[in-house]
């Protein structure tokens, strides 16, 4: 079995916090639409007829206003027929499950990724530390490009992405992109204005909350324009440099912390 871990995920609609239906669901709406009968249907699908059943009951309880019809006469009493407001359904999820599919490729192909960084960016990733912008400029390199991004209230962010990956996403000047950055990978600096940095990205703001807890804190520093960024560091770092609300600070991590993508 090979040990590299790849990036998957899978689409589901909800409706008022419950499950509407998932790829699954939507292949057999296409289904009663293609076959005109439920039997059919379900048989094409691989389920049976009763799971079928359930299944339409579910989703035309939950989406508002019904997805499949039974139709009068017929062989065996009648068919079924998607309603119009099925049919938009099964293609709107087709636009979204395309748009998802390839979102996640995008992701796997930034690099190679380990457990503990999956689990960073699952526990960590937040709205906070996704930045939406426009590709500010662009050098490319033999290997790697460097990607600035001006994000919201006029920062730059920097990222090191692989040639590659810049052609695939389509990375140019005027691009509409975001930037992810794990939280662990930020460092917060105090007094950082004047120092000689090896980091390119050094963000200054103010801190606007320090939740402690028992082995590391968690920092949210305010940047100019509105935007945030969140930084984990351990709980000994922020006791001995008495990191509190209002403090000017400063949010440092490399070009190659950050996962860059286009929406």
């Not at 409706?15 to 296409?30: C, E, K, N, P, S």
């Not at 995008?106 to 930045?131: E, H, I, P, W, Y």
């Not at 922020?238 to 000017?248: Q, T, V």
């Amino acid at each position: 079995m090979s040990d590299k871990l790849t990036i998957e995920g899978t689409l589901w609609l909800t409706a008022g916090g419950q499950h509407l239906g998932g790829a699954d669901r939507i292949a057999l709406l296409a289904a009663i639409a293609e076959h005109g009968s439920i039997t059919r249907a379900a048989k094409a699908v691989g389920i049976s007829y009763k799971g079928a059943w359930d299944a339409v009951d579910a989703m035309n309880n939950l989406a508002g206003a019904p997805l499949v019809e039974r139709l009068a006469g017929g062989k065996g009493g009648g068919g079924t027929r998607l309603t119009a407001r099925g049919a938009e359904l099964v293609a709107q999820f087709r636009r979204y499950e395309e748009a998802h599919r390839r979102f996640v490729a995008q992701l796997g192909r930034q690099g190679d990724f380990d457990l503990n960084v999956l689990q960073a960016l699952n526990m960590k990733t937040s709205a906070r530390n996704q930045f939406l912008g426009t590709v500010e400029s662009l050098v490319p390199g033999a290997v790697n490009d460097e990607v600035v991004l001006r994000v919201v209230g006029g920062a730059r962010i920097v990222a090191v992405v692989t040639r590659d990956s810049t052609a695939s996403l389509g990375l140019a000047p005027g691009v509409q992109a975001f930037a992810l950055v794990k939280a662990s990978s930020v460092i917060v600096a105090l007094e950082a204005e004047g120092m000689k940095l090896s980091a390119r990205n050094q963000l200054a703001g103010t801190i606007a909350r320090v939740v402690p807890g028992p082995v590391s804190a968690d920092v949210t520093i305010a940047l100019p324009g509105g935007g945030t960024i969140a930084a984990t560091v351990t709980r000994a770092s922020a006791d001995e440099m008495a990191l509190a609300d209002g403090m000017p600070a400063t949010a440092l991590f490399k070009a190659s912390s950050v996962i860059v993508g286009v929406p």
